[in-house]
């Protein structure tokens, strides 16, 4: 399983980014695709993630800013940071799990500043 992500950038605060990941491989219909984040010198922490059904996860930290959503058909997940602040800064990560395992992507930096 492969996975490349797209979108990163630099933004001032308040504005947008739309990051899109796509995943190839053997994949099982049954899985999870989200995003992750890692700032300097903190941990790698859930930004959201959804399940092939469609339910969703956020951290409460970009609920209301943050929207995740998926084309089963390509395969792909994206991530659409509206209202975006300079905590936001952070390198992100999209995770494809299946079947008890976790792949990840490469990150992309997202930088938020004036």
């Known amino acids: 399983v492969q996975l490349q992500a797209f979108g990163g950038g630099s933004v001032q605060p308040g504005g947008s980014l739309r990051l899109s990941c796509a995943v190839s491989g053997r994949l099982f219909s049954n899985n999870v695709m989200g995003w992750y984040r890692q700032a300097p010198g903190k941990d790698r922490e859930l930004v959201a993630e959804?399940?092939?059904?469609?339910?969703?996860n956020y951290a409460e930290s970009v609920k209301g800013r943050f929207t995740i959503s998926r084309d089963n058909a390509k395969n792909t997940v994206y991530l659409q940071m509206n209202s975006l602040k300079p905590e936001d800064t952070a390198v992100y990560y999209c995770?494809?799990?299946?079947?008890?395992?976790?792949?990840w992507g490469k990150g992309t930096l997202v930088t938020v500043s004036s």
């Open positions: 959804m399940i092939t059904g469609g339910r969703t």
């Open positions: 995770k494809f799990s299946q079947r008890g395992m976790d792949h």
